[in-house]
């Protein structure tokens, strides 16, 4: 029903008199599973399913969506995407794409659907347990994410594209006391499968690990505050670029002056190790084998030796800054208009062993994405932060003490000119649970890359 | 759609409780960049219902509002309470539903917005940018107006509804001087669209840009900090709804446990939950499960009075809720605040800058989200702030990582209460100076 109403507002919209026409339909579940401290707290399910209208009308955008799914309620959608038209800049030029049909589906050999609902609460309270079987362990809460996402875009140049996925993880959260003093360390691991990935993994293990890390973090003192050299692992790594980089290559930031990047394509922004990517389709990552105005998501080189290369678009971005459609164009549900997203942002790999790379260090910090939280930039001024989990001191080419509560800050174009030296290893990782937040939008995305040696970040301590 | 109608569906399929929430959401936005880079107006109803079976619970959360669209919400939440482990402590949904008044929350004119209504707002906005400072850039920004209605009933009782609107702008503004680059950002608030103060904003975030061009960076080392209103409004709640919901509490994962009568705070800190405060942007009538709103004073001269409670953390403890209860559609209801607002002090803005020697007066923070509201520690990454030498404001600096435990700071480690409260959605806090605060920069 969802596409016959979808193939409705294509034909209302070019009957009243637009000249390009989007219809997309989304269609999400997702359930969520929350244990705390041994008791089943939240059992939810969510379904979601609309239809998102964007229609070009006198040289400009228009967006309006909507949730009753009837006749009658797409044709005012048209009519209100057509108002807000009026009001939008003229676009003067667009960025070229193909026509194309096509049905993906993400790989998925045991549908979550169809395991039960008992199955999936007491595999959560097993890992939930396990997390609060240590001594010193106060708080624990698990959770078990499970997200099947339809996406159907059909536009009036002849696109007609349609993917489903299956997302999934768990994560846990733990929290350890200690003469007083409170800590939480929280992790999670999630991945575009089926139950597969789920049963494939030993979850009271995991989350005895967790809780482990919390013990020995509550006992850590914080690190000095100041520079520091560092060491960077491969999801800290993700971590650093999305935030401190990826950002500032979107190209609607960067054709409205809002990163520190625009102008700077040809140049070298980086040391020559660095070469950075942008996949939809990268292994560990999320799924996005196109985006939401219809294009093919395309892998984008940004960065290929420490010169900036490209930047990731749109049909309206491409337009103004040049570019191909690198097929970037992502909306968070059927409520939104497309922005320019990153999809799997990552690093690729060099020549450096871990064990090297620490060595060369000599004296700094080995930083950990396993507990951080997140992190923030301020695209236009370059200020980028992040929190890291609890990491690990490095003296003398070794590694010392354990240190929590470590946050690191730094300069954009600094922080990529003084990559020193780049792991061989690669992993990009993604979540259930959470994603990026850009103007009130929020997207699954997945980040990573080797372990990364970088001259100098400010580290806030006490 | 009919509320009622759902929870009596859910009984006769054999729950022994249900509650129906629904919520529809009204917004007309647009996106600047320069100019207006694009508009949207979207329309949202969601619908979520939660059951009990004994002690086994489900919420079962849906934007299908057809007549088999609920029905199958649901049967489906019976059906997953019914494979669900039991919570012990579960003793019932809220039998105390009712409204409190709090003046007039809903603006029509904003709710009924239409792109067109919000382009003179927006054409105010950019020409105020330039008002500030000629060569200065309104870069990026939004405008929205917003309207939510809620309706709860439950099988004690309701329907009740409420409904408010909002209205939001934002602007981030450039300036480029001789291959040096200067920013600032500025944001109004309000319940209505004629509320919003489009021109001071402008005027604000393009003056402080262009002095934000020549800012240099802050020495690692110990300062007075005066947080700036705005900055107060965006790291008080971070630490402290976390921290005094009765939830995290009882489980363990707040660092107040224990400290209900305690003086956690320097005896200059007041702070109140305005849950049912008139003119108060996050107050409301009744909170997610239907119980009505109150005023509460949270810390009072610094010490702990209350923690905030929906109706399961306060049937935990044999209590009566706060009127705290805070959900979306298809989650379950927590405690948390209202609106957190820090009575403001005595000292003026210049006063508080006068009485400063060697001090970083920050105007813009980032991250101050990843703050850890378990153990206390706070961290926010300065973006904009002025070295403050000898009562006098200096020059501006960026870059810098505030760092250090949240009720110290707040306790031994505050100075002065300013009385320029700024109100922001769901907050309210003056300007702020602590001692010996440590920033971590170059």
New interface residues.
Partial sequence: MLKELAAYGLNIAEKLGTTYVEARAQRTNYELITIDNGVLKEFSKTFSAGLGIRVFYNGRFGFSSTNDLNRESVKEAVEKAISAARVSRKVEKLGERKACKGVFKSACRKKPEDVSDEEKVSLTLEANKAGLSLEGIKSAVTRLGVQRDWRYVVTSDGVDLEYESSLLGLGHMSVAFEAGAMERVGDQESAVAGWEFIEGKNWAEFSLGVSKLANEAVRAPLPPPGRLKAVADPEMVGLILHEAFGHACEGDLVSSGDSILSGRLGSEIASPSVTIVDDGLAEGGYFVPFDDEGNIKRRVVVVENGVLKSFMTGRETAGMLNLPVSGNSRAQDFTHFPIVRQTNFFMTPRDHGFEEIIREVGEGIYILGRGATGGQVDTASGTFTFSAGPSWMIREGGLAELVRGVVISGSILETLNGVEAVGRDLRITTSAFGGCGKDNQLARVGDGGPHVMIRELIVGGG | MDVEKAVKRAVELGASEAEAFLLSTAE?S??L??????????????FGIRIAVGK???????????ET?VE??VR??V???R???P???WAGMNEKIGTKDIGETFDKATAEA???D??PIARELFDSVKEGCREA?P??G?LTSRAMEATYANTYGGPVTRRETMAFLYI?A?VDEAGE?G?YSEYSIARSLRRLEAGKTGVEAGSRARE?VKAGSIP?GKYEVVTLNRVSDSLLPVMLSPAVSALNVQ???S?LVGKIGMEIMSEKITIEDFGSNVNTLGSKPFDDEGFPTRNLTIVGKGVLNTFVYDTYTANREGRESTGNASRGY???PRPSLHHLHLKSGDATFEEIISETRNGVLVMST??E??S?P????L?A?I??AYVVENGEIARPV????????FYEMFKDGLDMVGNDTRQDYGVSAPSLKFRNV?????
């Fill in positions: 007309t647009l996106t960049a320069g100019d207006v880079e694009a508009s949207k107006t979207v329309r949202l109803k969601s086994s619970t489900a919420i079962v959360g849906t934007q299908d509002l057809s669209g199958n919400a489906s939440a059906s997953i309470a494979v669900s482990p919570d012990p402590r239409t792109p067109v919000l382009l850039k870069i990026r939004f981030d450039r680059v920013t934000f690692n489980e363990g994962r660092p298809s989650t379950a980032i991250g989200w990843m850890n378990v153990s206390g520690h961290n990454t973006t904009h960026k870059n810098g990582v505030i760092s250090g435990n440590v920033i971590a920069s170059k």
